[in-house]
DNA sequence: CACGTCCTGTGAAATATGTAACGACGCGAC
DNA sequence: GTCGCGTCGTTACATATTTCACAGGACGTG
């Protein structure tokens, strides 16, 4: 009943789904440092999580580890990955190509990852037709949002726009069978259910620092500075 | 003992602080509507929480509403701000002045928020003494980050650097008594105790969506566009 | 092949977080 | 003043998430 069961439905919380491209992204890179396996502990340092959270994480999709040897790292990471649905590129429509759309364009991250830019629009009529980004592709109009990407059959959106444009961007995207939005808009999207949104939102995440940045938690912490760093 | 009182240190939950900033700008947003007062109901459904968690947030720093009638959605902002330290202007440091730390010296949201970028360094010498920004700033070398940082008193840093070179930044402005960290490195950061990190990582973010976008996912929901959609 | 070491996977316990439910209060109607 | 309605603040409960701790497999050694 209670059975563990990983290829059952077993409903993998959200929060263990997000900390996996961590996973992978840490494995690859001691891959690149030519380290061909590692521990749940030293892999947890790394990433500043405890070895019990990976080793939990990794046990709702299977096991992959080896007794008295650790991960080996480069199945760990390809698994990861299939886990994922990263054994495919993934088509992504950026709308918004403002400085903040066409920084994102440019972004190396995106280039060296398995998602492609592969339709942008905006509704400024001076950017439309206008190349955007290496591959020659080149701005469309907002108005073909979404037959556009239905054709291309992309499932993947980038909100770039302004935050008074943002809803009704979404709208258009999901509109055109987009079921995944990465939102850099501050706004609160309203969209069904099916619809999984990823917020971008720096201002918000400044605010929620500035809590711990009152005067009485600066005195508190300030020696940990003071005393090291003074001389 | 357990007794219930805001004003002594009743350690607040960080994920309570995390919603604090999205309930203040919502309420912003309806104040300019014209809209005077809310409940935590209306309020909940523009937000995508429940009204249970917001009076709830809410009540770990005081009482705000009124019965019967809601919160004063001005009052609420400005208690809210004054929670969130964001009475005052906040300097920030900008490190990294490529496409992403242009496109963030550039952005609209922090010009409209109390965060004013300060500083801002880069290590390509091409960059230096360039202008920065509107407000006749010149970027600086990487070399100065520590000391221009302490003699400002700058406590809030941005690291839009590559990765490779993100954790020694990180060091570099802790040295300089930063305590909060925004990092749009794809890296964890290691730091002390007392430094506040808030990561930014839109590949990580669009990688954690890709796992709910398998064929079965997308075959079990596809009524819900299909059917609406197809004419 | 017996022993010791290392490290996984996982059940059970401990925390943390979210939700439901309700007493109490404010206000307007009568 | 009393009633009824709407909504807060709060407690008790429910669920989710993390951590602990240990049984047991793999491997090297003598």
Redesign the interface.
């Known amino acids: 009943m209670t059975l563990y069961n990983p290829t059952e439905e077993a409903e993998i919380p959200e929060v263990v789904?997000?900390r996996?491209?961590?996973y992978?992204?840490?494995l690859a890179e001691l891959l690149g440092h030519g380290i061909g396996s590692v521990s749940s502990n030293e892999l947890a340092d790394?990433?500043?999580v405890t070895a019990a959270q990976i080793r939990r994480d990794l046990s709702y999709f299977g096991k992959f580890g080896k007794q008295g040897k650790g991960y080996d790292i480069a199945y760990l990471v390809s698994e990861i990955h299939r886990?994922?649905?990263?054994t495919q590129d993934?088509d992504?429509a950026l709308v918004g190509f403002g400085?903040?759309g066409?920084?994102?364009a440019?972004?190396?991250?995106?280039r060296e990852?398995?998602?492609r830019i592969a339709a942008v629009f905006d509704d400024d009529p001076e950017k439309i037709a206008r190349p955007a980004g290496p591959e020659g592709l080149e701005v469309l109009s907002h108005a073909r949002i979404t037959d556009v990407v239905r054709e291309r059959g992309i499932?993947?959106g980038?909100i770039a726009v302004?935050a008074a444009a943002a809803q009704q961007t979404a709208e258009l995207l999901?509109?055109g069978?987009v079921?995944?939005l990465?939102n850099y808009a501050?706004v609160?999207l309203?969209v069904?259910?099916?619809v999984?949104v990823?917020d971008?939102?720096?201002?918000?995440?400044?605010?929620?620092?500035?809590?711990?940045?009152?005067k009485s938690y600066?005195r508190a912490?300030a020696h940990?500075?003071g005393l090291v760093?003074d001389k």
Request: charged share 20%.
């Open positions: 789904i997000r996996l491209p961590i992978a992204r840490t790394r990433i500043g886990i994922l649905n990263l993934w992504v400085h903040l066409q920084a994102i440019r972004y190396r991250g995106f990852s398995n998602f499932r993947i980038i302004p999901i509109a069978r079921v995944a990465l501050p609160v309203q069904p259910d099916h999984c990823r971008i939102d720096p201002v918000a995440m400044l605010q929620s620092m500035t809590y711990y940045l009152d600066l912490h940990a500075n760093e």
